[in-house]
């Protein structure tokens, strides 16, 4: 009987495999997994080997396209209320934090950025684009508190933002949790400000 299996078998071309076990899936509070955190296709990192010391927050950067400040940073402890209604928390050993940014255009007529050209680069040489963020493009000059923005879950790094003046961000990133907790951020071949956030 088990010779007639094993012809069968061998005839058949099949093998033994083991049922795949089904991964569970959590309907309450969603909870981000560290390996999901996106990562950007092109990650922007200046390619220099002497690389200029990084501007403090506050302190505006210019490259040929574009002028750069971001205004304001938080480690988000309390977790990411989004206006959907979800609640995410980090896991252990990572951290959430958020940056205000304003970004003037240099270029004549309109610019764009990707959310992939809006990112942070870790001391470990990963880099990330924002796991949610919101946005507003306003004229030259007028003033917008980027704190206001409601932010979303950020599914797709190719979506472009265009503005012609001045645009305000409001991101929200995943990162490594150190203490202090110090990242790069840069928007697409702007210099790089650091960002440093305490516990």
Not at 94 to 120: C, P, R
Request: contains cysteine.
């Amino acid at each position: 009987m088990l010779l007639i299996a094993f012809i069968i078998l061998a005839c058949s071309g099949g093998a033994l495999a083991a049922t795949a076990t089904p991964i569970p899936t959590n309907t309450a509070t969603p909870r981000p997994t560290n390996t999901a955190t996106p990562k950007p296709t092109n990650t922007p990192v200046p390619t220099a080997t002497l690389e200029p010391t990084p501007a403090p927050v506050g302190v505006p950067v210019q490259s040929a396209s574009y002028e750069v400040v971001v205004s304001n940073i938080k480690r988000l402890d309390s977790g990411v209320h989004t206006g959907d209604g979800y609640y995410w928390s980090a896991n252990p050993g990572y951290v959430f934090i958020e940056l205000e940014v304003k970004v003037t255009n240099l270029q004549s007529g309109a610019a764009n950025v990707s959310w992939g050209d809006i990112y942070v680069l870790e001391s470990s040489g990963n880099a990330w684009y924002p796991n949610w963020g919101g946005y507003k493009a306003v004229k030259s000059g007028e003033n917008f508190a980027a704190s206001s923005l409601s932010v979303s879950k950020i599914k797709n790094s190719g979506f472009t933002l265009f503005f012609v003046d001045d645009l305000y961000l409001r991101v929200i990133y995943i990162v490594a949790e150190s203490d202090p907790t110090i990242v790069l951020f840069g928007v697409a071949d702007s210099p790089m400000i650091e960002v440093v956030v305490k516990k």
